[in-house]
């Protein structure tokens, strides 16, 4: 097993490490899929399905997006 890390800005943003975007075929705009179970999460290229899911579910968040709920959830 390889492992590969990158470290956290301020934003909470981490560069993909080369070796990671090489094994992924990742390129500058793709998009990446976080798979999460228990402790473990999973770094993959994401599918079409991927990006049309969370497209879905822009519309049932939007209700989130008031000026008193960034500032409520700001620091989570």
């Known amino acids: 097993m390889q492992t590969a890390i990158s470290k956290l800005t301020k934003k909470y943003q981490a560069t993909v490490p080369k070796v990671v975007r090489k094994k992924l075929e990742l ?39 008031s000026i008193n709920d960034e500032e409520a959830y700001n620091d989570l």
């Not at 402790?39 to 209700?63: G, Y």
């Open 27 to 65: 390129n500058a705009g793709d998009v990446i899929a976080f798979e999460i179970e228990d402790e473990t999460i999973r770094l993959r290229k994401a599918r079409p399905i991927d990006i049309e899911f969370s497209a879905a579910l822009v519309f049932t968040l939007s209700e989130w997006e």
